[in-house]
């Protein structure tokens, strides 16, 4: 069997359709579409299902495709072993990290994270996307009610959201002691593209649900937080992002009594099943989940232990 047509097949099914295997590779979409014919003719069977939108992968060729990706595994390893000999731990990260939790939480774990491996490129990306991991990312953290079924998931902790105001807000307008009363309210908060924002909440064994009309909406997370305390409205924000002005007495909180949820309340990174992770890459999941432990990683055991997926 041709390996180079293998190695094809993989990609093909990863991505989902012929055309974008084609710029990928600099191909044309018919060189992809004759290889992948004569790989089926050399098997005897269907290998993938063509529809007008997606390429899915038969029985057989889903089986193939685990073969084909276990051994483009084995010679990215053996290949990252030649090639590390001899020096320190070297590769490439992409990473990519909420915008409000990257940069106030994780911007510090990844200097770190650099300073303690300078020969690792990390490449960090500040977004709130939660679609699958594209090809130059390989960890993605996010907030999410429950983690995607097709990626890999770990668990890095609760996120507690705060309905929070200015104490200046609070003096001139008091706050809300009912879910129902932030209908009438001046909010600042993100949104979802696409969907309407809600907001539930949980209080003992009740669950109520209210639909949110913001006055003020961002997805950049440093600026929100200068929204509230400019007492432009009342903040539902994650905890981390007001939690030292709390401290201080700056920023005052309502609805205490009260669990609140919009994007989901656990943190999880994500990564995908069947892509080879680099020494590099392990390293960084290891160093990654002890910090939301709110531990120091173990520098002897980082990358020692090969992750699933």
């Given amino acids: 069997m041709d390996i180079q047509a293998l190695n094809l097949l993989v990609e093909i099914i ?41 390429v899915e992968p ?65 490449d960090v990306v500040f977004e ?9 990312v390989d960890i993605a953290v996010r907030i999410l009610p429950e983690p995607p079924q097709q990626l890999v998931a770990r668990d890095m902790g609760t996120v507690r959201y705060l309905a929070c105001a200015a104490r200046t807000y609070a003096d001139a307008h008091g706050l809300p002691t009912q879910l129902a009363q932030l209908g009438t309210l001046p909010l600042v908060t993100a949104n979802v593209v696409g969907r309407q924002l809600s907001l539930r909440g949980y209080r003992g064994t009740e669950r109520e649900e209210i639909q949110l009309a913001p006055s003020l909406i961002s997805d950049h997370y440093p600026f929100l937080r200068q ?16 939690q030292d002005v709390i401290a201080t ?11 609140l949820s919009i994007f989901g309340t656990r943190m999880y990174l994500l990564t ?38």
């Avoid at 929204?227 to 007001?242: E, I």
């Avoid at 020494?279 to 992750?307: E, N, S």
């Fill in 14 to 54: 990863d991505c989902g359709n012929l055309s974008q295997v084609a710029r990928k590779f600099k191909m044309t979409r018919a060189n992809v579409s004759y290889h992948l014919a004569q790989l089926e003719k050399q098997t005897g069977v269907q290998l993938v299902r063509r529809t007008t939108r997606r």
């Fill in 58 to 122: 038969t029985e057989v060729g889903l089986r193939l495709y685990e073969h084909g990706r276990n051994i483009q595994n084995e010679m990215r390893a053996a290949q990252e072993t030649i090639t590390s000999l001899g020096q320190g731990l070297q590769g490439r990260v992409g990473i990519s990290v909420p915008s409000g939790y990257g940069q106030m939480v994780m911007s510090h774990w990844l200097i770190d994270f650099k300073t303690q491996y300078p020969g690792i490129v990390l």
């Fill in 128 to 136: 709130n996307r939660v679609d699958n991991l594209r090809d130059d």
């Fill in 227 to 242: 929204c509230v305390l400019a007492g432009l409205g009342l903040g539902l924000l994650p905890d981390y992002v007001v």
């Fill in 249 to 259: 007495g700056e920023v005052v909180t309502a609805l205490d009594d009260y669990r």
């Fill in 272 to 309: 995908l099943p069947n892509r080879h992770q680099t020494r590099a890459v392990r390293t960084c999941i290891d160093f990654l989940l002890a910090r939301a432990k709110g531990k120091p990683p173990d520098h002897d055991q980082l990358g020692a232990c090969r992750h699933p997926g």
